[in-house]
């Protein structure tokens, strides 16, 4: 029923009540004035129902036209209301765009950082992460539970942090160990409490530090006991040479006890001579000259180098073939032959065993080329383990305790890494090509 309908109806209904109210003026003889005032009264009457039924209308009206799209609510252009309506629309449009613009921009950011990026709320489901979690961590989270996996001591680091905090942990990524750095934040939005987590791999620059100590104590080490060395060489030397045959002592035994405590001065300060020009290697190691190989012509030729060294041993490559990759050559085949040396080593150990060393191409989790040297000698112990790569660490008589740091130190340079897997059986290296 519109708005002319109505009135004509109610200009009838007026009308017929005045019609009315003649006829029972003549009837009963009232005056002109009191059917006039009780016609007023009426028309008074029927006037605030027709607003008051209007005022009961209008939000029923406001919201079909809400529901219709019609944004001016059906109300004439001179209506008060249009207008203050029409401003508050436009403050709502603005707002709904900025909040759409906010988002926007802060999922263009979690997709634009390389850096593992969480936001939980308070019963740690997470609501937002960045595209490098499921790169960094290995798994895609939804629930903090997920860390667990890793290292339960970050779960329970996160899950307690009540203030902005920040700690180390490790992290076991299948068989790979990575170094986090965890830094929690806190904000409540709403009387509600959400966490931003980030958690950055530190492990490539732990391992710059490392290789940068133990170039400046080798250089120290080096120079210092060089300096010292030497000259007991020389000396011990010129001290044999010095030595005529014709000279007599009161008993042979006095002669040749110092012929022979010369000559091993000499021998044992030649010997340490040649260490520190090896040890030198770790402190002067040249940069990588990279050219681009074929990784299985590289390892057919590891093989050969020992198998004919060793017919008992049984060495096998297998893996990917034909892969082409970028490196140094000859520094690559340095830590190839330092790792087949050591399994070698330690399976001729094993007498009751048959000797076996398998070198492996493959790609890891993460699609980096790898090379494993596994053998089934009888391993390393967990303390082992721990000191592998520290320059002069060595379990044996005549270790000198530099091929596994100089191996390592050659790999971080190009840019990967030498990670020891725990077997079941054996011992086995992995090289890492970055």
Not at 72 to 78: D, E, H, N, Q, V
Not at 268 to 275: G, K, T
Not at 325 to 345: F, P, S
Request: glycine share 4%; net charge negative.
């Amino acid at each position: 029923m519109n708005m002319r309908f109505k009135a004509t109806l109610c200009g009838v209904s007026l009308l017929l009540s005045g019609m009315l109210l003649f006829v029972a003026a003549m009837h009963y003889q009232l005056s002109a004035i009191t059917a006039l005032i009780i016609l007023l009264i009426i028309a008074q009457i029927m006037w605030l129902s027709r607003l008051f039924q209007q005022a009961q209308q209008f939000p029923e009206q406001l919201f079909r036209a809400l529901a219709n799209g019609d944004h001016t609510l059906g109300l004439p252009t001179a209506h008060p209301l249009r207008k203050d309506y029409e401003q508050a629309r436009s403050k709502m449009q603005a707002t709904q765009l900025d909040a759409q613009r906010q988002v926007q921009i802060i999922n263009a950011l979690f997709n634009h950082i390389n850096l593992p990026m969480l936001i939980c709320d308070e019963h740690g489901q997470v609501i937002e992460q960045s595209t490098a979690v499921n790169k960094q961590l290995g798994t895609k989270m939804n629930n903090l539970e997920a860390l667990k996996q890793g290292n339960p001591d970050i779960f329970e680091f996160v899950s307690t942090a009540t203030t902005n905090q920040h700690g180390t942990f490790h992290w076991h990524k299948n068989e790979q160990p990575e170094t986090l750095y965890v830094q929690v934040s806190t904000l409540h939005v709403q009387y509600r409490q959400y966490k931003v987590i980030t958690l950055q791999s530190i492990t490539e620059q732990l391992n710059t530090k490392e290789q940068q100590a133990y170039k400046k104590l080798t250089k120290v080490l080096t120079h210092e006991v060089a300096n010292s060395i030497t000259p007991l060489a020389s000396m011990a030397q010129t001290c044999l040479a010095l030595i005529p045959d014709t000279l007599q002592f009161d008993d042979q035994e006095d002669k040749d006890d110092l012929t022979l405590a010369l000559s091993t001065l000499a021998s044992r300060s030649s010997h340490l001579s040649d260490f520190i020009r090896e040890f030198r290697q770790l402190s002067n190691l040249p940069v990588p000259q990279l050219h681009t190989t074929q990784l299985c012509d590289l390892l057919d030729t590891t093989k050969h180098l020992f198998a004919s060294q060793h017919p008992d041993v049984d060495i096998e490559v297998s893996g990917i073939t034909h892969t082409m990759c970028t490196l140094d050559v000859k520094q690559i085949e340095q830590v190839l032959i330092n790792l087949c040396k050591n399994a070698i080593e330690a399976v001729a150990t094993m007498p009751n065993t048959a000797p076996k060393v398998r070198l492996i191409a493959l790609h890891n989790e993460h699609g980096q080329l790898c090379v494993d040297v596994c053998d089934n000698g009888p391993g390393i112990t967990e303390q082992a383990c721990k000191m592998m790569f520290v320059p002069f660490f060595t379990t044996k008589q005549q270790g000198s305790g530099i091929g596994l740091s100089l191996s390592k130190q050659i790999m971080v340079q190009h840019g990967g890494e030498l990670l020891y897997l725990h077997r079941s059986e054996g011992a086995c290296f992995r090289c890492v090509f970055g």
